[in-house]
């Protein structure tokens, strides 16, 4: 059964700093595109980030409110992915989710799949306040 | 950045209904298009990818049309499970965005 299980949800304050990760099972966890993906309390999904597997060069990319503040990593000995969040603000307070990357359907016009996030961890709750 | 709006941004009906949800971008995703559901409390889960494919387990109520900039999402029959908040994703370009979701409520 493909898992995602996320940890490290805490309250910080203002300028804090905190380190989720995410163990993965059930599939080949070094061949997946990981994504991060939030959301505010009452408020819509928002991306964060992802970082595709070493062999498709390990490229992370993230939004832009948390370029500069936030890194995604991963270590594929113990099949984790982790969101390390640095200067972190009161906007930041979210359900934070993991998710596997599936590539779909080849576009051969474009050279690339069509991705999706196929599968979602339970999330994990950060809360930035004073 | 590509901005995703669909509309409406909540509906009501009822069990049996037939919903169409719209999602439109701000510019041509091709077919770079895909629907998620999320009930409260849960995480979401992927519906249609590339904009018309059901994805495996899905059940066949649920299609999806759509290319360039704008996609709907048909539910053919609703039932008591998919009252729940519906997003749709580009997958064009990073950085990649949701719209901001349709709940559809219980009449």
């Known amino acids: 059964e493909v898992q995602l299980v996320e940890s490290g949800g805490d309250l910080v304050k203002p300028g804090g700093s905190l380190r989720l990760s995410c163990e993965a099972s059930g599939f080949t966890f070094s061949h997946a595109w990981m994504s991060w993906v939030r959301q505010a309390p009452g408020k819509g999904l928002e991306w964060v980030g992802r970082?595709?597997?070493?062999?498709?060069?390990?490229?992370?990319d993230y939004a832009v409110p948390v370029t500069g503040r936030f890194t995604i990593s991963r270590d594929d000995s113990i099949t984790t992915v982790y969101l390390q969040m640095n200067s972190l603000k009161t906007e930041d307070t979210a359900v934070y989710y993991c998710?596997?990357?599936?590539?779909?359907?080849?576009?051969?016009?474009?050279?690339?799949?069509?991705?999706?996030?196929?599968?979602w961890g339970q999330g994990t709750t950060v809360t930035v306040s004073s | 950045d590509i901005q995703m709006t669909q509309s409406p941004s909540s509906l009501s009906a009822s069990v049996g209904d037939r919903v169409t949800i719209t999602c439109r971008a701000s510019?041509?995703?091709?077919?770079?298009l895909n629907w998620y559901r999320q009930t409260p409390g849960k995480a979401p889960n992927l519906l249609i990818y590339?904009?018309?494919n059901l994805r495996g387990g899905v059940p066949s109520r649920f299609s999806g049309r759509g290319s360039g900039t704008d996609f709907t999402l048909t539910i053919s029959s609703l039932q008591p499970e998919d009252f729940a908040t519906y997003y749709c994703?580009?997958?064009?370009?990073?950085?990649?965005?949701f719209g901001g979701g349709t709940k559809v409520e219980i009449k």
């Open positions: 970082i595709k597997s070493k062999n498709d060069g390990g490229t992370i």
């Open positions: 994703q580009q997958s064009y370009i990073t950085p990649l965005t």
């Open positions: 590339a904009a018309s």
């Open positions: 998710s596997m990357v599936s590539g779909y359907s080849y576009d051969y016009r474009r050279g690339t799949y069509h991705y999706a996030m196929d599968v």
């Open positions: 510019q041509s995703i091709n077919s770079y």
